[in-house]
């Protein structure tokens, strides 16, 4: 901005006035209006500010900050109530419920084949606290997007898809997209306003550490919460007691069943959990609990650490008649005649189920089973 003196100068120039600086024709008078009126802008404008009044451009003021005492008020009552809820028990001495494929829902987007029904967002709502998502690449198509009639015009991103993210509308993926990090956003945006929750998100992965990192660098607020067992030191002295992830705010663990994302603070499922084979079958009658992978048994043992234990209960086609047979007493049984048994006498951490409100006429649900877990553990 030019100084005072100089618009001065350009101002009495243009009226064919003597320059501001060298002598001055005999008999001239410089004019002191600019100066005053610069001098009383200055002084209101001062003034203004003074008295508060609002921030030129429509600029709202900045929202005050929550107070420290606020703030460690509201940690106090959620570590209170998880104190009551879990008591001392850590991580690994604890159930919670969770859904298969809970991307492939009626709410989330238009898909054809489903294994839930609510959106993530009522899933969580409704008690799951564990979530499976498919994370493929997708590169952006120009075609897919002329024949959609401009339905389908993405950016390349991470997206949930069941498959292949450009081969059947409604099964391998769906619209409209549903891309990672919102999901992801609309997890952390339920703990952020659920202090007291813990959530888990397991990973069927299909793209790079890089291409994860860059999605997962997008959602607002992730650092906050993410658990990194590395800080903690997992493997020599376990896992956390449900009060101290409370306390702490470390809420969300996230696997992948890809390696080499831990610097991401994503851990491979593999290196931390045991986990049952997943499908019970075409017909839901493969109820015998094995180990998804040969090297590493359901009661595998390590010094001075326990793997989290995830169970999958679902078929290999998810329907709504088949969740009403199998999320029951059938469930219940499994857990109690053959998983447990198989882990060395522990019930799993992790139960995953297709439709995870439907069950049959037992009286037994996946929450209630849930529940019964927790409260013998």
Request: charged letters at 15%.
């Given at each position: 901005?030019?100084?005072?003196?100089?618009?001065?100068?350009?101002r009495?120039?243009?009226?064919?006035?003597?320059?501001?600086?060298?002598?001055?024709?005999?008999?001239?008078?410089?004019?002191?209006?600019?100066?005053?009126?610069?001098?009383?802008?200055?002084?209101?404008?001062?003034?203004?500010?003074?008295?508060?009044?609002?921030s030129?451009a429509?600029?709202?003021?900045p929202?005050?900050?929550?107070?420290?005492?606020?703030?460690a008020?509201?940690?106090?009552s959620?570590?209170?109530?998880?104190?009551?809820?879990?008591?001392?028990?850590?991580?690994d001495?604890?159930?919670?419920?969770?859904?298969?494929?809970?991307f492939?829902?009626?709410e989330?987007?238009?898909?054809?084949?489903?294994?839930q029904s609510e959106?993530?967002?009522?899933?969580?709502?409704?008690?799951?606290?564990?979530?499976?998502?498919?994370?493929?690449?997708?590169?952006?198509?120009?075609?897919?997007?002329?024949?959609s009639?401009?339905?389908?015009?993405?950016?390349s991103?991470?997206y949930?898809?069941?498959g292949e993210?450009?081969?059947?509308?409604g099964?391998?993926?769906?619209?409209?997209r549903?891309?990672?990090?919102?999901?992801?956003?609309?997890?952390?945006?339920f703990?952020?306003?659920?202090?007291?929750?813990?959530?888990?998100?397991?990973?069927?992965?299909?793209?790079?550490?890089?291409?994860?990192?860059?999605?997962?660098?997008?959602?607002?607020?992730?650092?906050?919460?993410?658990?990194?067992p590395?800080?903690?030191?997992?493997?020599q002295?376990g896992?956390?007691r449900?009060?101290?992830?409370?306390?702490?705010?470390k809420?969300?663990?996230?696997?992948?069943?890809?390696?080499?994302?831990?610097?991401?603070?994503?851990?491979?499922d593999?290196?931390?959990?045991?986990?049952?084979f997943?499908?019970?079958?075409?017909?839901g009658?493969d109820?015998?609990?094995?180990?998804?992978?040969?090297d590493?048994?359901?009661d595998?043992?390590?010094?001075?650490?326990?793997?989290?234990?995830?169970?999958?209960?679902?078929?290999?086609?998810?329907?709504?008649?088949?969740a009403?047979?199998d999320?029951?007493?059938?469930?219940?049984d499994?857990?109690?005649?053959?998983c447990?048994?198989?882990?060395g006498?522990?019930?799993?951490?992790?139960?995953?189920?297709?439709?995870?409100?439907?069950?049959?006429s037992?009286?037994?649900t996946?929450?209630?089973?849930?529940t019964?877990?927790?409260a013998?553990?």
């Open positions: 901005m030019p100084s005072m003196n100089m618009h001065m100068s350009l009495g120039t243009r009226h064919g006035a003597a320059p501001r600086f060298g002598p001055r024709p005999v008999g001239t008078t410089p004019s002191r209006r600019p100066v005053r009126l610069s001098f009383a802008l200055l002084l209101l404008l001062s003034l203004l500010s003074l008295l508060g009044a609002p030129p429509g600029a709202a003021p929202p005050p900050a929550r107070s420290v005492a606020t703030a008020t509201a940690n106090d959620a570590v209170a109530q998880a104190q009551a809820r879990w008591g001392d028990r850590r991580l001495q604890v159930s919670f419920l969770g859904t298969h494929n809970a492939t829902n009626y989330d987007s238009r898909w054809s084949s489903v294994s959106s993530i967002r009522h899933q969580l709502e409704n008690g799951v606290r564990s979530l499976s998502l498919d994370i493929h690449w997708y590169e952006r198509s120009t075609w897919l997007c002329v024949i009639f401009g339905s389908d015009c993405y950016p991103d991470v949930l898809c069941h993210c450009k081969t059947f509308a099964v391998t993926y769906a619209l409209p549903q891309s990672f990090h919102s999901s992801m956003q609309t997890v952390v945006d703990l952020a306003a659920n202090p007291q929750e813990v959530a888990t998100i397991f990973l069927e992965d299909y793209v790079s550490a890089q291409q994860l990192g860059s999605s997962l660098g997008r959602v607002r607020g992730l650092d906050q919460l993410l658990f990194r590395d800080a903690w030191n997992v493997r002295q896992w956390p449900m009060t101290d992830l409370v306390g702490s705010g809420r969300l663990l996230i696997f992948s069943d890809a390696p080499d994302r831990e610097h991401l603070g994503v851990m491979y593999k290196a931390w959990t045991v986990s049952n997943w499908s019970l079958g075409d017909l009658n109820v015998s609990c094995v180990s998804r992978w040969a590493v048994p359901l595998r043992q390590e010094t001075g650490f326990r793997r989290l234990f995830t169970m999958s209960h679902h078929r290999n086609v998810p329907t709504l008649i088949n009403a047979l999320n029951g007493a059938k469930l219940r499994r857990i109690n005649q053959q447990r048994p198989a882990a006498g522990r019930d799993p951490n992790f139960v995953s189920v297709d439709f995870h409100r439907t069950s049959d037992s009286g037994h996946p929450a209630s089973i849930v019964e877990l927790n013998r553990n």
